[in-house]
């Protein structure tokens, strides 16, 4: 049995004034043929439960490409053109298949395309034509349209967010490509979109609206004729046609089955709506809050600057109010500021330097602060997830550099990655748990390992792409009308 591997991954913020190029994928992920076996195995990741499952089930793996960027702006049309034709030709070369595995992401905007995965999927389908079966997994924050659900056979979404079932899908990717092979199983499937665009920090599946739906999809699943139910919140910070919340369901050979589950779900998510609004408090608010908790650490959410979600990783507001009222004993992490990282390397460790920090990258979300500190470390920026998320890959936040202005210790990393690893400030001799205050970027990632050491978790309303407040910006291509964006009720 010989199954095709390849892995293309980005969640693209078309608001985001970074392209997303070649040298973002290298920053992150960017690797061909086996060393994606040697990378991924043993990792919680979709594609280490992919290799996890054939190894257990004796199946050959073909490996392609497995590229992967931090989230930004558009994926640039020379590099994305280039990677599909490398994954076509290798897709080509492969010999005899049985199947094909893809780890994709959903949400993947390049230019001049809105769907990149519907573009990827359909010319992956003509390559290797009706009779082979494609099986992709999808990240929960997936914008799925119809093209994507057309050419795969199945698709399995994440079923969390914070993310901790990747290699779980993985797994479930093979195992029902294997059904399919083996003719065991014939998939029907159906998708619905209700008119609903959910903010990120309101998508998490600890409690709200997605657990109650993934409760009842849960249910569902139970019925031997469902193979999977996915129910994609989707990535708001998108401005296509299909950004938004869909519900995916497939069915053993039993399409009514499939479409009425579909409905049902979606029914539900729109019934429920309300409940994803999301509002957090300002800055000074939030601030004063954490310095006032009894216990420590509190966890200060800047969810609007969450480079997972496209943001640029370097907006100071909470920084500059941090200072202004002399909190101690705090952490600040990360913030995405190579100029300053190199700043604090020319002056060297235990030096005191002056140098503006952050807010380089759109000045709509805030002007750089300028401080004056002591270098405590400086470090190459390379470390291991501890998990749960990523559990043992490896990370990379370029040269990385701790300024320590009179005990608010910034954390200035050179390549943009989300702070969802307690292990990103622990990698640069900082105790998380000994602190009072951590800031994190992250929306709701760093829920998975920072809830359980914090004291307290409380969200941030500060400027940033990755913002709750979807009223901000402006969207062209969106489909509407749309909750929250507009008042209507649906037909
Ligand atoms: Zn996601």
Redesign the pocket.
Known sequence: MRFFVAMFSH?TNTFSTIPTDRRQFEARDLRYGGELLEAYRGTGTCLGGMIEGAAARGVTLVPSVAAAASPAGRVVADFYAETKRRLLDDLRGAGGLDGVLLDL?G?MVPEPLEDGEGDLLRAVRETVGPAVPVAVTL????NVTHEMVRHATLLHG?KT?P?VDMDARGREAIERLLDVVAGRLRPTVAWRQPLLLPP?ASQLTARGPMRLLYDRAAEMERDPRVVTVSIF?G?PLADIRDAGLSVYVATDHDPGLAAGLADELAATAWAHRNEFLHTAPPVDEAVARALAAPGRPVVLADIADNT??GAAGDTTEILRELLRVGARQTTVACVWDADAVQACARAGVGATVTVDVGGKVDPSHGAPVRVTGRVRTLSDGRFVHRGPMFRGLEGRLGPTAVLDVNDVKIILISLRWQTLDPEMIRVVGIDPTAEKVLVVKSSV?YRAAFEPLAHAVIEVDAPGLSTSNLGRFTFKNLRRPIFPLDEFQPT
């Open positions: 969640e992401h949400a990240d929960f924050h997936a994440y967010y993310h990120i919140a990535f997972g979600g990632h």
